[in-house]
């Protein structure tokens, strides 16, 4: 779970790549760097995120069986929520109790 700021957006093939500034991890089982990219599985905008907002981003990381692919991969049902310091202040409550 981290907050982050779209800066591009690409088609790669049958999926979309984000280019993501990342701003605040909340609560992370693998290192995240300043910068990120966040991969979805389709081109059809799903979950629809646009350039300059901030987000607040429920992702996994994904390597597959070979272990030739690390990344971070938000399902087109994944939580992707408009960040407000309301959403800042619910995540931080609930890493408290998790």
Known sequence: VFQGRILAQRLV???????V???TP???RYPLVRREYVWVPN???CPPLREGTEYLLMAQRHV??????????LQDDA?????T???DRLVR??????
């Open 43 to 45: 081109t059809c905008g």
């Open 13 to 19: 093939g049958q999926e979309t790549r984000y280019e």
């Open 93 to 98: 409550e609930a890493a408290r109790h998790c």
């Open 26 to 28: 909340y609560r992370h």
């Open 64 to 73: 597959n069986h070979e272990r030739t692919l690390n990344r971070i991969l």
């Open 85 to 87: 310091p309301r959403e």
């Open 21 to 23: 500034e990342v701003k």
């Open 79 to 83: 939580y992707a929520r408009p960040w």
